[in-house]
């Protein structure tokens, strides 16, 4: 029987495996490739090091706080138990540094209460020419300066899980109305040390910011969302996965105990136009 | 009883104006009126002549005129309304300042049986009228003109218009942000938490189309109806004016207003709900 996090979402303890919980789990991509900090070494948007971290002494106390008010990316992901947008799925191709952009952006709609666009993972991972994998921070450096294609048939649009898709005007003047992300804060930079990227991690997740995070235990990269409290003292992300059928509704968590994210870069806010 | 009264000062002998009665068809002799005002300058007889023109006694709002008689009587004021009186047995004490008095806070005892005390509520001319009981005629009658000065009056004020609410036929809210700041936790709550959302779900003109999460400082675009609420206020968020984040926008009708968050979820919502009723 799976472990779950408040009866429903997976926790992750041995393999990314456990969170397929209603079968076997079916083959899938990964794509997420260590940084090369000599290929990218600074990122775009604003150091985190003029952020105000919250205290450790005070996650108790906001996690119950977001509890009791149900304010968590979390809640406000899964509210009335129903997901507010269906996962992406990256398929076959090994897209997923792409794939936690686009969540990132779909998020940030959700946060803004407007439409949710269905972005392009692979339609931005192919516009990029990078076929073999990447990490986070190449995706989001690209939705910032290009924007990100969304999904469908029609002018301006690439479709769903395809490489095929047709680099036109139409389709640059869509991309733009999902661009022009100005505040990214880069959680990853190599002269940082884990604890300070973990403090930083934490504030950014309480403060509904979500990343792109590039877990190199797996190679695999997904969208860190939410800090959640799994017992007295253990701690994880909640993550959605851009897997068909993983987890609850595509989240599952990950403790601390079990991986961390070598890399991340959150959204502060993006700029979504409807 | 009340026991600040005033010091009653009678520039004019008041007097009792006393008929001998006429005896009955049956011999006997009705009660002569005894009843005499008090008067602040000695007594004097025959009965001071009527005051000249304005040179009333003022019985001002911090004065008392104290009645006293050991016979029973009844005290008319004409017209009603500018004096009020009251009864009291005596032997009694009063202090306060007196008509009759010195103009200072005196203490006085009135050893009569029946006191009428006068105090002034209004503001013009009365006449106070005395009729012992037991009199046969109008001639019985004391009678005694006072000025009263208006009471201490606060200054006249407008009329207040009573509020009319608001007939709110639309209502739209932006929750305005920085996401540099890393807000309190109250404020988080109020920002995502279900409460707020829910009321604005609930409330809003065209449901959740009628509200918005907003970075202050983010780009891109609406629609058209809550795109002209953050065009009319986004200004107001940007250097130089750095109106003070987190806040409420809140559209109600043509009229838009910037508020703070409230203190918890709840008195946002209150804030809220304030504006959606009209008030």
Known sequence: MPELYQNRIPIIRRSLNDGFIRGDAPEVSFGCIERDYDVDPVMVGDSPAAMQLIDPSEYDARYEEREEQQSGLLHMFLRGDRPAFENLDQGQFPDCWAHSTAHCLMLNAMIQNIPIPRLNGVGAATLMNQLNGGWSGLSMKFAREKGYPVVGNGPGQWPYQSRNGRDTPELRAEMAKHKNLEDWY??????????????????CLFNNMPMGADYNKYGHAMCAFDRVRISAGEWGDAVLNSWKGFGYFGVCIIPDSTAKPNNAVALRSGSISV | MRLLYAATAALLAAAAFAADPIPKSDGTVPKKASFVFPQVTPKTDPPAPPPAPGAMPLLAADTLYVVPSDEPFLLFDSPRGIVSITRESGPVKIRGKFLDGSGKIETRTYNAKHIAIVEGVGKGRVELISVPQGIADE????RMLVDVNQAPQPPPVD????VEPVVVKSFRVLLVYESADTMSAANNSILYGKAVEDFLNANCTGGKQGWARREKDATGTYDSDRQAVWDAVKNEFAAPKNTKTPALVIQVNDKITIEPFGPTAAGTVAILRKYLEGK
Do not use: H
Request: aromatic share 4%; charged share 35%; hydrophobic share 25%.
């Open chain 2, 159 to 162: 009329p207040v218009k009573p």
């Open chain 2, 139 to 142: 001639g019985g009658a004391a």
């Open chain 1, 186 to 203: 880069d959680l990853g930079r190599r002269e940082w040390d884990q604890t300070l990227s973990d403090r930083q991690r934490a504030t």
